[in-house]
């Protein structure tokens, strides 16, 4: 069995316990009016825009890469991997194809 296969995609429920915040709190600073939305970014099934991702990160004094580690890691590998791409020397063609 894979260890990894039931980690938590994301550490929101983490530092939301570090805090010592309810969900409801949470949901209340994010001007939510239910906790729905919440519980469904913490169990990874929808991810967050950009605006309620940094309010996620300034309620819970973490940064949002800390928050959302996988999806900021598949980023950095996807970016690395073009930058080597690019990197690369072009070879010009010695000969042109009639």
Do not use: W
């Amino acid at each position: 069995m894979d260890p990894n296969k039931h980690q938590n995609p994301n550490a929101l429920v983490l530092y939301r316990h570090r805090m010592r915040f309810t969900q409801k709190r949470v949901a209340q600073l994010l001007g939510m009016r239910s906790t729905c939305m919440l519980s469904r970014y913490e169990r990874a099934r929808s991810l967050p825009p950009l605006k309620t991702a940094l309010r996620l990160g300034i309620i819970l004094r973490i940064p949002i890469e800390f928050l959302f580690p996988g999806v900021y890691d598949n980023l950095r590998n996807e970016i690395r991997q073009s930058e080597e791409q690019l990197a690369r020397p072009v070879q010009q063609q010695l000969f042109k194809n009639n």
